[in-house]
């Protein structure tokens, strides 16, 4: 697994973005045994689990609602 992060780092753009697209070909690529399915769902479950840490540490009101975004409309993730 750190292989495939080390890859995504380097394919990464100058803002450290990664597209889904990319994250499927290399996790399949990394880990051979892995379908396109299960790749996605990384995907998916890394960029839920990234912006519930990046609103953690926004210092929001507690009047303000926090929203994760939907999962099946993102379509790049940092992986710095």
Same mark, same amino acid.
């Given at each position: 697994m750190?292989? #495939?992060f080390k890859s995504l780092?380097? #394919? %990464? %753009?100058?803002?450290?973005?990664i597209s889904i697209f990319q994250w499927i *070909?290399?996790?399949l690529k990394h880990i051979p045994t892995m379908t396109?399915? *299960?790749a996605e769902t990384y995907f998916k479950t890394y960029t839920i689990l #990234? %912006?519930?840490i990046e609103l953690e540490h926004n210092d929001l009101d507690e009047d303000e609602e926090k929203k994760i975004e939907d999962? %099946?409309?993102? *379509?790049n993730v940092d992986v710095r």
């Open positions: 750190l292989t #495939l780092n380097i #394919l %990464s %753009s100058v803002k450290y973005k *070909e290399q996790a396109v399915t *299960e #990234l %912006s519930k999962p %099946s409309t993102i *379509e």
